[in-house]
C-alpha cells in the first residue's frame, strides 16, 4: 500500500496508481529488510518504473515517521495501518499488486524433560 501525509495531492484518491509516485519524494526500504526491499524495488520495475528513494527505512515505524517528517510517500505493508499517525494515512495499489506470504514454523514438543 501507499503511504503518504493525510494533507498530500493523492490521499485524495481512492487508489493510487504507481506512475503517479514518480517525482515525489520517495521513502524506500533499506537493505535490513532485503524481502520487502526486492518485492518492492521488483514490483517499481514491473510497473515501468525507475525510483530512487529519497530516504531509507529499517522498519515499518520508521517509515511512517519518516513518510510524515518529508511530506514524502512510501511503500509499505499492509499492517503498516496499524502504526499511522492522523497526520498519515495510506491508499491501495491500482492493479496487480505485491503480495508477501507469511510462513510460521514450529517445532512440537511429544515428549517432557523428566
Known sequence: MVVLPSDHRLAKRKAIDPGDLVGETFVGVSHTAPVLR???DDYLKRSGINITPDHETEHVVMGVSLIASTGG????????????TRSVTSRPLKGDTPTVELVLGYKSRTSLPS
Open 38 to 40: 526486492a518485492i518492492i
Open 73 to 84: 510517500v512510501g511503500l509499505l505493508p499492509a499492517y503498516a495501518k496499524n502504526f499511522l
